[in-house]
Nanobody, 119 residues
Framework: QLQLAESGGGLVQPGGSLRLSCRSS????????INWYRQRPGQEREWVAK???????TYADFVKGRFTISRDNARNMAYLQMNMLKPEDTAVYYC?????????????WGQGTQVTVAS
């Protein structure tokens, strides 16, 4: 069973930076599409960023220019570098993986890591 573990969340002041990490318990990491999602207080979970198996990166408009998704296939790791953080970025951030399975994909979620942006 594939498991994901996020880390790196915490309290940061507006304008600050954090780097979130996501570790997969399984190898073949290069075959996974990786997403980061977040859930703000009282809101539904929303998509933040994606890196494909070819490392093509896409972002939600509200993080473009501030967040960078990356992956290290050799270490089974994914990252979300978050710069110029705003109070509205406060949320639980989740790593999500799409793993090829037969004719489709299987979805896996991490447990989430809390990011709080406040003075």
């Amino acid at each position: 069973q594939l498991q994901l573990a996020e880390s790196g969340g915490g309290l940061v002041q507006p304008g600050g930076s954090l780097r979130l990490s996501c570790r997969s318990s399984r190898s073949a990491f290069s075959t996974y599409t990786i997403n980061w999602y977040r859930q703000r207080p009282g809101q539904e979970r929303e998509w933040v960023a994606k890196t494909s198996t070819s490392d093509k990166r896409t972002y939600a408009d509200f993080v473009k220019g501030r967040f960078t998704i990356s992956r290290d296939n050799a270490r089974n790791m994914a990252y979300l570098q978050m710069n110029m953080l705003k109070p509205e970025d406060t949320a639980v951030y989740y790593c999500h993986i799409e793993r090829p399975a037969g004719d489709g994909v299987t979805h896996y979620w991490g447990q989430g890591t809390q990011v709080t942006v406040a003075s």
